[in-house]
């Protein structure tokens, strides 16, 4: 029962230019959504964050946008950077905090 | 400060053996979350403490897993009579209520291989 889904495993774009990772959930009960990136042999590490009371959120180069009735998410990078290789984790979770739920990840690979 | 560590980094064991994993969270982090990663998937939530208490565990978490959080501090993750399906790498991340409780801070990760 998957209920966040990173419908795309991988995505490659050219340094310099915008990077759009994709997410989609199905339980209405989620109230916050996050996006982790993943570098080989490390644990995920935190990048943005945004409640469902948003529609946006940025943070430097990374945006993430919501949109509750598509039941949709995404993150921009702009622009992206060599450095944003990795994998990119989409994460939701109640407003307990008590269980989050993970995407199945986009490899990003930023072409200089 | 550092960080959530995990240990061993690497686990081989023989079918059927009992494993045991430990955690050491943030100081001060009173959440504290198991995920278990397959190749090619997300984490996968196994279970969730806060403070010593576990308030919720998976379904997937049969009873041949146990986990405990004794003192609140660290954490020890334990398989019983382990099967191959349980290769995977787990991973331990922890959280501070009064601040982010939404930002977990994961530690790398135990790699198990069962034989």
């Known amino acids: 029962d998957q209920q966040v889904k990173q419908n795309s495993p991988s995505l490659s774009v050219q340094e310099g230019r915008i990077s759009i990772l994709n997410c989609d959930y199905t339980n209405s009960m989620f109230d916050y959504f996050l996006w982790y990136k993943k570098y080989p042999a490390e644990g995920p590490t935190f990048l943005i964050s945004?409640?469902?009371?948003?529609d946006k959120n940025e943070d430097g180069r990374f945006t993430v946008f919501l949109n509750k009735s598509a039941k949709h998410l995404s993150l921009h990078i702009v622009p992206s950077q060599p450095g944003d290789s990795a994998v990119y984790f989409c994460?939701?979770?109640?407003?307990?905090?008590?269980?989050?739920?993970f995407g199945s990840g986009t490899k990003l690979n930023v072409k200089p | 400060d550092t960080g959530v560590s995990q240990n061993p980094r690497h686990k081989i064991t023989k079918r059927g053996q009992n494993v045991t994993f430990r955690c050491d969270p943030i100081?001060?982090?009173?959440?504290l979350y198991w995920y278990r990663q397959t190749l090619g998937q997300g984490p996968e939530f196994l279970t969730y403490f806060q403070n010593e208490a576990q308030l919720e565990k998976s379904r997937l978490l049969s009873d041949r897993f146990s986990a405990e959080r004794p003192k609140g501090s660290f954490s020890t993750l334990e398989i019983q009579r382990t099967e191959q399906g349980d290769s995977a790498m787990y991973l331990c991340?922890?959280?501070?209520?009064?601040?982010?409780?939404?930002?977990?801070?994961f530690g790398p990760g135990t790699r198990l291989t069962v034989l």
């Open positions: 991340a922890s959280t501070l209520s009064r601040v982010r409780t939404d930002t977990q801070y």
């Open positions: 994460a939701a979770s109640a407003s307990n905090f008590n269980k989050f739920y």
């Open positions: 945004i409640s469902s009371i948003k």
């Open positions: 100081s001060e982090h009173n959440r």
